[in-house]
């Protein structure tokens, strides 16, 4: 290989390195730190700022002479109302991913852990904020680097365990409200047992038993209403998030 070819392929290899446009301009770079907020149902915390469609973790950039710990305790009281001292945020590394909002840019992001223990609420430039769990990101426009990054971090790190996803059209509190139906079921069929069982192996208290029996077939009788109650308050929490961490907050005015 001759010299100019030698020089010639060097060119290609810097301006690859530099940037991805034809131009030889060097992609910008974005540098921020970034939280990884995880419950106890496997969902992260995400955040939309207004006027863009894409979810991505709460954080934001650096202001001179701040550490990661520092930018990311100031931007989620600004964003999420929530205080967490510097101190508090476990740092779990440095990632590079495209930048969600910006073309063609580089977001280098120092990722920090934040365990929450309050409400959050939409604030400043949040538009909107979600509790997703992983299986529901074909849903939703996600960051790179939630999607490149942080799921694979979660299922190696033995820390940040991914739970199963509660099933469709239910919220993370279903379960409970189902074991509740289950219960009452099972005394009713219980009592109703208890009745049946009286009245042959104790004659005397066959009255006893005929009024367990009535009772038994009566919250028998209930426990339908009781499961469709269960679903369908499921339901209502999975899609409005009443209460819970997957409402939908109204930013600040």
Do not use: C
Request: proline letters at 7%.
């Amino acid at each position: 290989m001759s010299d100019i070819e030698r020089d010639a392929e060097r060119g290609a290899e810097r301006d690859a390195d530099r940037g991805d446009g034809s131009d030889g301009e060097p992609a910008e770079v974005i540098r921020v730190a970034a939280a990884l907020i995880v419950d106890e149902h496997g969902r992260i915390l995400l955040v939309r700022k207004r006027g863009t469609d894409v979810f991505m973790q709460p954080g934001g950039k650096y202001e001179p002479g701040e550490t990661a710990a520092q930018t990311l305790s100031r931007e989620l009281d600004e964003e999420l109302g929530v205080v967490i001292a510097p101190d508090q945020l476990e740092p779990l590394g440095d990632f590079v991913a495209d930048a969600a909002n910006e073309a063609g840019a580089r977001l280098e992001a120092a990722v920090l852990r934040a365990t929450l223990t309050g409400p959050v609420a939409a604030r400043a430039e949040i538009d909107e904020l979600r509790w997703v769990h992983p299986d529901e990101f074909g849903a939703l426009p996600i960051a790179p680097l939630v999607t490149a990054h942080m799921v694979p971090y979660m299922q190696v790190n033995t820390r940040i365990e991914l739970p199963p996803m509660v099933p469709t059209g239910l919220s993370a509190d279903a379960p409970a409200n189902f074991r509740a139906a289950r219960m009452w079921l099972t005394i009713s069929l219980v009592v109703s047992a208890a009745g049946v069982v009286l009245m042959i192996a104790l004659p005397d208290l066959t009255m006893l038993g005929v009024a367990a029996l009535v009772v038994g077939v009566l919250l028998t009788a209930a426990s339908p209403h009781f499961f469709r109650a269960a679903r369908r308050d499921a339901a209502g929490l999975g899609a409005a998030g009443r209460g819970g961490p997957g409402r939908r907050a109204r930013p600040a005015r």
